[in-house]
């Protein structure tokens, strides 16, 4: 049986939006250190990092599932890879008809591109 501690990460809101100062200006908070592990946590996986990046690189802003989904896993696994991403609050989601629509949530990227920022002086 190992010693390690289980760590719950936060399920993000759509809405919420991180914020943090650069990493070489200020020390992250505790809030927004264990909000942006979820993030970084979540991209640390190569499916989820390329269903993320279709999302966010596709034409209008948004991707359907069924435009996304070719990534070399099961259909499931897909689904399970996007709910991970829509839990850390990286992508919001939308159904219309039969079919699921990705954005990347607002202000994400902008986030964690200024948290990894060397902070100019």
């Known amino acids: 049986m ?24 200020a020390p992250l908070s505790e809030e927004d250190s264990v909000t942006m ?6 991209l640390s996986d190569p499916v989820r990092l390329r269903l993320f990046s279709r999302v966010a690189s596709h034409e209008g ?9 070719d990534v070399g896993v099961s259909q499931p696994t ?6 991970k991403l829509r839990e850390a609050g990286l992508l919001t989601s939308e159904r219309r008809g039969t079919w699921v629509y990705y954005r990347v ?12 920022t060397a902070a100019t002086r």
């Open 78 to 83: 897909v689904s399970h890879h996007l709910k």
């Open 2 to 25: 190992s010693n390690l501690e289980v760590i719950e990460l936060p399920v993000l809101e759509p809405e919420a939006v991180p914020c943090c100062t650069p990493l070489t200006e």
């Open 105 to 116: 949530a607002p202000n994400t990227l902008a986030a964690m591109a200024t948290m990894l």
């Open 37 to 42: 592990a979820a993030m970084f946590k979540a």
């Open 61 to 69: 802003g948004e991707a359907c599932v069924c435009d996304i989904q």
